[in-house]
């Protein structure tokens, strides 16, 4: 199935950007939001609870689950590139995408005039670069549903 | 896997309570042992739930809602149909290995990361030393905090081997 799902959270854990390929859980808006804030509030807690003290802390990067994995990329600035796979796709793929993620994000995002940071990205250049990027990861008929917005 | 190192374990029954912590090395300590326990629980209960909410689903396959009918009107019906799907995680500093059990336990491992995958090892804890030295034990009362020296050793003598 590949890569099934794509969401980018502001630092204060509020949902920015979603987007569901073949295989993604059916959820509503509210639901995604709840999520998305829930796994801020679980870093924090996964970071207060480490037996080692790190010089930047900043919560998980990696879950390796029974049917899934994750892989979380979180710049300086707070904003966190998260993306959902299934088990076949290579981890250092998923690491490499997401760091591109954040180019594209500081390309189309950032550098638009209308967009305010820590707001829902509605920028149609990111939603296109995105699915080109992700193009040949996700499940065979691409695009399911179109990007909730946020 | 030669170069992990093992520092703490947790085991945790269904209802949270932390029957045994084991710290062979520990560079942060923790302010208040029970306040880590409860965080550690809080934290391994929130994560199952987003791991139910993430799992992918079969193509074709219908949405949980219809799996449980009573999730409609019974809020818990999908604490009580969600399953153990975490199998670790990783931050920056460490690595989190985790096994739950049929049963509601909970077998916590942490070590320095790229410690791999160590399913088995929590496996063996399960087996070799709780079965082994506390489901066995004619003293011990399921759900009361596992304190004999045997599960201890044994536990210990794992991690070893594993090292």
Not at chain 1, 66 to 90: C, D, I, K
Request: aromatic content about 10%; charged content about 20%.
């Amino acid at each position: 199935m590949g890569i099934y799902a794509l969401f980018v959270v502001n630092r204060s854990g509020g949902l920015i950007y979603h987007e569901k390929y073949v295989g993604a859980p059916t959820m509503s808006l509210n639901e995604a939001l709840r999520m998305a804030s829930t796994f801020h509030s679980v870093q924090q807690i996964a970071a207060d609870v480490a037996p080692v003290a790190a010089a930047h802390e900043s919560g998980m990067t990696a879950v390796e689950a029974a049917e899934f994995r994750l892989r979380a990329y979180q710049p300086r600035t707070g904003v966190q590139f998260v993306l959902l796979s299934t088990l076949e796709v290579n981890a250092e793929v998923l690491q490499s995408l997401l760091v591109r993620l954040h180019l594209l994000y500081a390309d189309y995002a950032l550098k638009n005039p209308f967009y305010e940071k820590d707001m829902p990205i509605r920028c149609k250049r990111f939603e296109m670069a995105v699915a080109r990027l992700l193009e040949g990861y996700t499940g065979r008929d691409g695009v399911v549903a179109r990007p909730v917005r946020a | 896997m030669s170069t992990a190192v093992f520092y703490n374990f947790y085991l945790f029954n269904r209802e949270g309570a932390c029957l045994c912590y084991r710290e062979w090395n520990r560079p942060r300590p923790g302010v208040d042992a029970l306040q880590d326990q409860r965080n550690m629980f809080g934290l391994l209960f929130a994560m199952k739930q987003l791991c139910n909410g993430w799992a992918p689903v079969e193509e074709g396959a219908t949405a949980l809602a219809a799996e449980a009918p009573d999730a409609a009107w019974d809020p818990d019906a999908r604490l009580r149909t969600a399953r153990p799907l975490l199998r670790s995680y990783t931050t920056a500093s460490y690595q989190l290995h985790y096994l739950e059990t049929p049963t509601g336990l909970r077998f916590v491992l942490t070590t320095s990361v790229h410690a791999g995958d160590l399913t088995r090892v929590l496996q063996r804890i399960y087996r070799e030393a709780y079965v082994e030295c506390a489901a066995r034990n004619p003293l011990y009362r399921l759900g009361t905090s596992v304190m004999s020296d045997a599960f201890r050793k044994r536990l210990d003598a794992i991690v070893r081997s594993a090292l």
